[in-house]
């Protein structure tokens, strides 16, 4: 049972470049979430989504794209990197709408813009 | 505004001893909290919830305590073990937007022997 999994785990990228975060679940959650975790700023909610087809925006959306295609993915675009974007960032999944449900995380991708 | 914040940045706790993590929020209408724990290179990983009409809940080692009149929250964890180092945050979901969950600033566990 892999649960929530990110890939890649590390990336350095320059300033301008482009890519895309992976995540795949296999636990059939509807919510989907993209959390970035900076030192002393927390976990950021960046985008989520309530199931295929349907996004939204977090409190730090901007330079970031998102969009669900199926249940089990939600990959997280940067457009043009830039160095603010370093940070690590985490996908989480909940199991339904109701908020009083835990969110279950996977292990992050440490991403390095230079 | 609403916040879920945690009262001391660091504890250090020599291995066999308990453990108390405390934890404010403001919102007097959250009904749930979370508490998470992560390790070093590792995502959050859930360890322990409480809905508001519960005082107390218990899991394997650990246990929440929910006070309600006071607006906090702390996690207990019994005989304390070297895994049990990592940082430890409470959340709740936001009530303003899709279960966004509202974390505090972490609290260090340091175990020693």
């Known amino acids: 049972n892999a649960g929530v999994t990110q890939t890649p785990k590390f990336q350095v990228l320059k300033t301008g470049q482009s890519m895309t975060l992976q995540c795949a679940q296999d636990?059939?959650?509807?919510?989907m979430s993209w959390y970035r975790q900076d030192p002393g700023m927390g976990l950021r909610l960046i985008h989520y989504?309530?199931?295929?087809?349907?996004?939204d925006q977090g409190e730090v959306p901007n330079g970031y794209n998102v969009s669900r295609s199926t249940t089990e993915d939600f990959p997280l675009r940067l457009l043009s990197a830039a160095p603010s974007q370093t940070s690590v960032y985490f996908c989480?999944?909940?199991?339904?709408?109701?908020?009083?449900?835990?969110?279950?995380f996977g292990d992050g991708t440490r991403l390095s813009i230079l | 505004g609403e916040s879920v914040g945690l009262h001391l940045p660091t504890l250090s706790v020599q291995e066999g001893d308990n453990s108390i993590i405390n934890c404010a929020y403001s919102n007097s209408a959250s009904d749930y909290f979370i508490w998470y724990k992560q390790e070093s290179g590792k995502g959050p990983q859930f360890i322990i919830d409480i809905r508001s009409n519960m005082d107390k809940r218990q899991g394997q080692r650990v246990t929440v305590l929910l006070n309600k009149t006071v607006k906090h929250l702390s996690l207990q964890i019994a005989a304390t073990q070297p895994g049990d180092s990592a940082v430890y945050f409470c959340?709740?979901?936001?009530?303003?937007?899709?279960?966004?969950?509202?974390f505090g600033a972490g609290t260090q566990v340091v175990v020693t022997p």
């Open positions: 989480a999944t909940r199991a339904g709408f109701g908020g009083n449900q835990p969110q279950h």
């Open positions: 959340a709740e979901p936001r009530t303003d937007s899709w279960g966004k969950l509202q």
């Open positions: 989504s309530v199931g295929a087809g349907i996004t």
């Open positions: 636990m059939n959650h509807e919510y």
